[in-house]
């Protein structure tokens, strides 16, 4: 206990310095490790929301009765009165199961850095994703996350008639 007006601090326990190269290289690949994984996982979530927009508009699309039947005229076609929100909403799940995680992995891995994230890096961020592909497994968080990348992505051309 400090006396009165001391400081509190007095007591903090210093951190070990005394680390040799090898401990140091190690400290240092490991920060460069959780850097790149970390650097991974925010691209695997913006390509994810790219391809996740592309699948919500095609199962839109597939589910649309004006475009089962081709109907010429866009107000029997509900796809074409659904905002962006409520159409990643409705479909999101179902249009993420359709993307070829492997393939956001590869693409995440080759353009972060050169020479590539190594492997077992690659590996960390799929289990940070697997969700997207196991039924009683979900990361609400990350979820949400690319759920509102995907928005975003549909806001741009939703006047355009996507």
Known sequence: MAAAG????????????????????????????????EECEKVCIQLIAEEAAKEVLAVRNERCEGCKIEH??????????????ETVTMYFDTAVKRIPFYFILESARYSLV???????????VFERFKWLYLENCVDEERKEIIMEKTIEILQKDYHHGS
């Open 6 to 37: 001391g400081n509190m601090n007095a007591e903090v326990v210093r951190l070990d310095t005394s680390l040799d190269e090898t401990e140091m290289g190690i400290v240092e690949r490991m920060i460069s490790e959780t850097e790149m994984a």
């Open 72 to 85: 010429p005229s866009q107000r029997n076609h509900a796809c074409m009165m659904m905002p962006p929100d």
């Open 114 to 124: 050169s020479p590539p994230i190594p492997v077992h890096i690659t590996f960390d």
